[in-house]
């Protein structure tokens, strides 16, 4: 079932949402290669606490962080460990957070230092995915036009898009439905309606689509170990339009 939201709840999802932003930002300041990504986790842990918020992934099903790093062939759900990041890595920051009964979820993936220009074109596509999709997200559309045009993009690019994860909507949980794939067929499904929050979020591989979780049972990485990228915005649908809740 999709849950709606009033325009008061809206307001009161800016306030997490935000947050995510301001530490991914702050996240963004300390990166670079030689940086632990259990140090990152520890950093953006901290400011979450100081400012009254409540790590969301840290604890959800077992998941022990309050960041997923996710390192080159990784797609998603890494775990912050003693590894270093080290020149021409690309970095996904996954973040979460909880406060005063909403939650707000978003992701970017960076380089460190020089990337190849593979891994700078496939930043560039996944990250225009993703405004590509959060450009169909307004009323009158339906669901699958944000997937289509996500996977459309991704695929004129030469690279593919996961489809064993999909973005959700998100509110009183992390995630409610509708689920939102990366992929699919235009003009199919729910139509999109005012009051709905979604968390799109584009996992894009620069070989194969498929992917397997290694055995600490998070980490997910492409089976071809090509490389992967991800993005990922908070979006209330409103009367007015799209509005990015996890934006600065
Ligand atoms: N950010 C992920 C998502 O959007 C959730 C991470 S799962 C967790 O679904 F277990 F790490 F929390
Ligand atoms: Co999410």
Redesign the pocket.
């Known amino acids: 079932m999709i849950i709606l939201k009033s325009r008061q709840e809206i307001e009161k999802m800016k306030i997490p949402n935000k947050l995510v932003a301001e530490v991914l930002e702050e996240i963004t300041k300390k990166i670079r290669a030689g940086i632990t990504t259990i140090e990152l986790d520890r950093l953006a842990e901290a400011i979450i606490i100081k400012r009254g918020g409540i790590p ?2 840290k604890g ?2 077992g ?1 022990p962080n309050t960041l ?1 790093i996710s390192v080159n062939e990784q797609v ?2 890494g775990i912050p460990s003693k590894r270093r990041l080290e020149e021409g890595d690309i970095v996904s920051i ?1 973040l ?1 957070i909880y406060y005063e009964g909403y939650y707000g ?1 978003a ?1 970017v993936t960076l380089g460190i230092g020089e990337i190849s220009p593979e891994a700078e074109r496939l930043l560039t596509a996944t990250r225009k995915a993703l405004d590509i999709g959060i450009k169909k997200a307004h009323i009158g559309n339906y669901l699958s036009d944000i997937s289509h045009a996500i996977q459309s993009h991704v695929e004129e690019e030469g690279f593919s898009v996961v489809r064993a ?1 999909v ?2 909507g998100i509110g009183t949980s ?2 409610e439905d509708p689920q939102v794939p990366n992929f699919g067929e235009a003009g199919t499904g729910s139509l999109l309606k005012s009051g709905m929050v979604l ?1 799109i ?1 584009p996992m894009v591989n620069a070989g194969g689509s498929d992917v397997e979780v290694l055995e600490d049972d ?1 980490t997910v990485v492409t089976r071809d170990r090509s490389l992967s990228a991800h993005f ?1 915005h908070t979006v209330a649908i409103t009367d007015n339009g799209a509005e990015i809740l996890t934006k600065l």
Do not use: K, S, T
Request: aromatic share 24%; net charge negative; proline share 0%.
């Open positions: 969301a992934f959800y099903r998941y997923c998603v759900h996954d979460g979820d992701a994860f973005g959700h992390l995630h968390a979020e998070w990922e």
